[in-house]
């Protein structure tokens, strides 16, 4: 995820977007100082600071320099480009080697991906969305995406961004949200929750109910439907999309007309089988979720709550419809189908797909990718039949 940041594109380091569109944002992905900017460091309008590609003549195929690291021998040609401009990118040490401030100025996914498109001269359309900032909890601001000359009322998608609760922020995860915007035409709402380290468990998960209920009372002034209302999320992001729907269960709150989770956390468990298979992937390691872990929960009790390892939540009746997507490159690929298997063992409509030659994080590089824009248009055709 960043630095070597890889989950989450952590601090933005190792996280891309698919969709050429959605990548006119990628630019500000990195940027921690725009006209809308929070502690957290999220701009405003990332597309005022999209890349200039102009110049740029016929885009070139996209192929790695050096062959398939040991680690991924299957992996798909312009993810191993992607991965081999990270490493460029970032220094020797291993993320979890370094404090959390380091980590989070690390190079991002983003930078990487717009790296590559340089190389290879993809260039990207301007982006037909609209954004505006508001404070959806104390603390706590998003940034809303609003298609231009949108009249409403529209649905609503909550979006909540990854980075193992610790790093990356509204701009790592921009070209995320814009490429799901733009192929459903939604207003998404994309959440600024406080980080650990410091703001441990269960802070993020709070914050990120909170936004939603503010979405629910508060939809109509921001030209959305509250009747109409989905969440979604990456990584982290996706774990906390997953909590949402169950506190929103419990708490006697509606209930999200969809939940799309992307490579979503959904254990506590460092030994399952693609733990142990991917143990040393990039830009997600074992070693460097461990250290998400370390950073967010208060003790080792955190991991077996039910918000943390979804997988172990006793009682999954009665939530949201799931699109959940994989990466076969990825430690997280074996909680994400345990889970999505639990969702429908509990009669919960599921969608599944996994991604086989790709890494966690691939779900951004639709602008390289071709498997992100695949995974892309099936998350956005999941959410659009759900919000119809």
């Known amino acids: 995820m960043t630095r070597s940041s890889s989950l989450f594109a952590g601090s933005r ?3 891309l977007t698919p969709l050429v569109a959605s990548l006119v944002g990628l630019a500000a992905c990195n940027s921690n100082t725009t006209s809308e900017t929070s502690s957290a460091g999220m ?22 320099a050096g062959a398939a690291p040991a680690w991924a021998p299957n992996i798909a040609p312009e993810m191993q480009t992607v991965i081999e401009k990270l490493a460029s990118l970032s220094g020797p040490t291993p993320p ?22 340089k190389d290879f001269g993809i260039q990207t359309p301007p982006s037909p969305l609209d954004t505006m900032s508001r404070e959806v909890a104390p603390g706590v601001k998003a940034r809303i995406y609003v298609p231009k000359g949108a009249t409403g009322p529209l649905p ?10 610790v790093i990356a922020n509204l701009d790592t995860y921009d070209p995320s949200v814009r490429a799901l915007a733009e192929q459903t035409g939604a207003i998404f709402v994309s959440v600024a929750y406080r980080q650990a380290p410091e703001n441990k468990f269960p802070t993020a998960h709070n914050d990120s109910f909170a936004a939603y209920q503010w979405v629910l009372k508060n939809a109509a002034s921001i030209k959305g439907d509250p009747k109409r209302v989905a969440v979604a999320g990456e990584s982290a992001g996706g774990n906390l999309a997953a909590a949402v729907c169950m506190m929103a269960r419990d708490k006697g709150i509606m209930q999200p007309k969809h939940q799309l989770l992307v490579y979503p956390i959904a254990g506590y468990d460092l030994n399952t089988p693609s733990y142990q298979k991917n143990a040393a ?16 929960l208060r003790t080792p009790a ?17 939530l949201a419809p799931a699109t959940v997507i994989g990466a076969g490159i990825d430690p997280l690929m074996s909680e994400g189908k345990t889970y999505a298997d639990k969702l429908k063992a509990a009669g919960v409509p599921v969608t599944y797909q996994l991604y086989d030659n790709v890494t966690h994080e691939f779900f951004g590089m639709g602008a390289v990718v071709p498997q992100a824009k695949e995974a892309q248009a099936l998350a956005a055709g999941e959410l659009k039949k759900a919000l119809q």
């Open 43 to 64: 701009a405003t309008d990332s597309t005022a600071m999209a890349m200039d590609t102009s110049a740029m003549g016929a885009p070139k195929p996209v192929q790695p």
């Open 302 to 318: 955190d991991g077996k709550s039910p918000m943390i390892s979804l997988v172990t939540a006793p009682n999954l009746k009665g």
């Open 281 to 296: 992937a990039k830009p997600l390691s074992k070693p460097f979720m461990a250290w998400f872990f370390d950073k967010y």
């Open 96 to 117: 979890e080697k370094l404090p959390v401030a380091e980590v989070r100025k690390g190079p991002s996914a983003t930078d990487a991906t717009m790296a590559v498109m």
């Open 156 to 165: 609503v998608v909550v979006y909540y961004h990854g980075g193992g609760w």
């Open 13 to 15: 380091f190792w996280l």
